[in-house]
Nanobody
Framework: QLQLVETGGGLVQPGGSLRLSCAASGFALDDYALGWFRQAPGAEREGVSCISSSGDMTNYAGSVKGRFTMSRDNGKNTVYLQMNNLKPEDTAVYYC????????????????????WGQGTQVTVSS
């Protein structure tokens, strides 16, 4: 059974850093594009970033570009989101998602393009 489990969320002060991890089980990540998404209270789920199945292409939302870095380790079947210089507006539940694809070198962080989701981890940025 395909499962994604996010960890690493928590409370951090503005300007701080967190690293989220998403461990996959029940399938190998090699042929999957992966994405990070977030949803704040009262808001729609939005794309944060994605990484192609080849691992050589990443795509970021404008609001996080230059602050967040997404990476994958297929050997550990895990995907990461390094978040630096966090801002209060980054507060949300963060979800990872996966979608099998034969498009190796391209991805878009669009929620409707991803079919398998984790349960989410809360990130709160506050002083």
């Amino acid at each position: 059974q395909l499962q994604l489990v996010e960890t690493g969320g928590g409370l951090v002060q503005p300007g701080g850093s967190l690293r989220l991890s998403c461990a996959a089980s029940g399938f190998a990540l090699d042929d999957y594009a992966l994405g990070w998404f977030r949803q704040a209270p009262g808001a729609e789920r939005e794309g944060v970033s994605c990484i192609s199945s080849s691992g050589d292409m990443t795509n970021y939302a404008g609001s996080v570009k230059g602050r967040f870095t997404m990476s994958r380790d297929n050997g550990k079947n895990t995907v990461y989101l390094q978040m630096n210089n966090l801002k209060p507006e980054d507060t949300a539940v963060y979800y990872c998602a996966a979608e099998i694809t034969n498009v190796r070198h391209m991805c878009l962080p669009l929620p409707d393009d991803f079919g398998s989701w984790g349960q989410g981890t809360q990130v709160t940025v506050s002083s």
